[in-house]
């Protein structure tokens, strides 16, 4: 089956407009917030506090200031209701580039009880602008989220790549003399 020149350039160019609103929504999706940290904090007779650590970046991208959120649920009714849960714990922090925050939510002043399983989940407005970042009770191994900012993980990184091929895609074809 042959395709015309302008029927090949026509549905060549349809595709890219929809990857681009497609990656237009996902750089939208990726402007709210990024989930940094979302793990089980288990407490024992052990535990004295839980403690949420973030290091900021030295700069930060297209801000000046960078906002991070700590929401913790119980973790059974988190997994029974994801998001829709209530939380245990709310707390939040606006800071300046090159900041560090250490909280630490101690079992006995704190909704936190000795035993139990929490779900914390710790959101800010851009992962490039973080460093390293965790939530964990003190007696636990800690294994926090590092990031490297890897291109693959950029909002568009995909719809360049598909962008791409189509491009290579095209330009091999018309090449080639094909239509």
Same mark, same amino acid.
């Given at each position: 089956m042959e395709f015309s020149k302008s029927y090949t350039v026509a549905v060549v160019t349809a595709l890219v407009l929809v990857t681009i609103s497609v990656a237009g929504f996902a750089g939208v999706a990726a402007a709210q917030n990024d989930e940094i940290?979302?793990?089980t904090v288990e407490t024992s007779n052990e535990t004295e506090?839980?403690?949420a650590d973030i290091v900021f970046a030295n700069s930060f991208e297209n801000t000046s200031s960078e906002t991070a959120e700590l929401t913790v649920y %119980?973790? =059974?009714e988190f997994n029974q209701s994801g998001a829709s849960a209530t939380p245990?714990?709310?707390d939040s922090w606006t800071v300046d580039p090159n900041a560090t925050v250490t909280d630490q939510y101690n079992l006995n002043s704190t909704v936190f009880s000795s035993g139990s399983e929490y779900r914390a989940i710790l959101t800010v407005g851009n992962e490039n602008n973080v460093d390293s970042a965790y939530v964990a009770a003190d %007696?636990? =191994?800690?294994g926090g989220g590092w990031f490297d900012g890897g291109l693959d993980g950029s909002p568009g990184f995909g719809a360049f790549a598909a962008i791409s091929a189509i491009g290579v895609a095209l330009a091999t074809r018309l090449r080639a003399g094909g239509a």
């Open positions: 940290e979302n793990r506090y839980v403690e %119980d973790a =059974s245990v714990l709310e %007696d636990e =191994s800690i």
